[in-house]
């Protein structure tokens, strides 16, 4: 998380701790400011693009960065890459089979920082299959939006490949990518 601040109104938060510089205590996601994006290469040529539509997520902020904890849900069958076939054959048995595995579920295991960047890791969960992923998280910063209440926005990156969750694409499992790239927009409401 680097500290820019794109508004003039952001401000950091005269109650945060010198290592986060949020107020303790647990923010909420706001699901209006929110998306779960992904791209994966179709074919070695170019990347198909989509996001996930219902995700909800917490943030409980500790005085440290080792008390800190992110934990987020993913719907899977919210998936939309902007084609009605494409998101239909995703949401089958063939792919994310979403009878079966209904969420996708994070939990974050660290928190660090080097040189004013930070890196959240953690366990990623699709179906009945866990394993570690690594997000490299900048802060946006904190600013009043309207009705008062105060916003943390962050952007996160990072990448997995699909088929250590169990992720095959069928007949077609040959043309599409196996790495997975994930961009994450959020912006979480101050605890009151």
Do not use: C, Y
């Not at 890459?81 to 994070?106: C, H, K, M, Q, Y």
């Amino acid at each position: 998380m680097d500290t820019r601040n794109d508004t003039p109104a952001a401000t950091s938060t005269p109650t945060a701790t010198a290592d986060l510089p949020l107020r303790p205590g647990r923010w909420a996601l706001d699901p209006a400011h929110a998306r779960v994006g992904f791209a994966v290469r179709h074919m070695g040529l170019a990347k198909v693009r989509g996001h996930f539509g219902e995700v909800d997520a917490t943030l409980i902020v500790g005085a440290t960065p080792d008390e800190t904890s992110v934990e987020a849900t993913i719907a899977t069958a919210s998936i939309d890459t902007g084609n009605a076939f494409r998101d239909g054959n995703l949401r089958s048995a063939d792919v994310l089979d979403v009878e079966r595995r209904p969420t996708i579920t994070f939990r974050s295991t660290g928190l660090t920082a080097s040189d004013g960047a930070w890196r959240l890791e953690g366990d990623l969960t699709v179906g009945d299959v866990t394993g570690p992923v690594a997000l490299d998280v900048e802060f946006g910063g904190v600013a009043d939006v309207f009705g008062g209440a105060r916003h943390a926005g962050f952007d996160a990156r990072g990448e997995v490949r699909r088929k250590d969750f169990g992720l095959a694409f069928g007949a077609a499992d040959p043309m599409v990518g196996q790495v997975v790239e994930l961009t994450l927009d959020l912006e979480f409401v101050e605890p009151s």
